[in-house]
């Protein structure tokens, strides 16, 4: 199993920025990519970006395309989520997830952190 441990959220003005944390701890070994999601209130969960942890590519949701970044630190277990340009939309529970190697699908979820931003 993987643990994973989000920091970083808050309250932000909108256009402000924030970085989101994410540590991994346990059988990171067993890692092949890592991903943000987040829920707004009476929404679905929704995919917001992935990190594939050996080579770095990185995949994003139309809505964030050029805003937010994700990269990882591998020495540190640990993947961010620079969030630039923050809109009132943005506002949701944001969750990290890591997708196991021979995992279809991400198998591993944080307790998630609340981001919100004010208009």
């Known amino acids: 199993q993987v643990q994973l441990v989000e920091s970083g959220g808050g309250l932000v003005q909108a256009g402000g920025s924030l970085r989101l944390s994410c540590a991994a701890s346990g059988r990171t070994a067993s890692t092949y990519a890592m991903g943000w999601f987040r829920q707004a209130p009476e929404k679905e969960r929704e995919f917001v970006a992935a990190?594939?942890?050996?080579?770095?590519?990185?995949a994003y949701a139309d809505s964030v395309k050029g805003r937010f970044t994700i990269s990882r630190d591998n020495a540190k277990n640990t993947v961010y989520l620079r969030m630039n340009f923050l809109k009132p939309e943005d506002t949701a529970v944001y969750y990290c997830?890591?997708?196991?190697?021979?995992?279809?699908?991400?198998?591993?979820w944080g307790q998630g952190t609340q981001v919100t931003v004010s208009s």
């Open positions: 997830a890591s997708r196991s190697f021979g995992s279809s699908s991400y198998n591993n």
């Open positions: 990190i594939n942890w050996s080579g770095g590519n990185t």
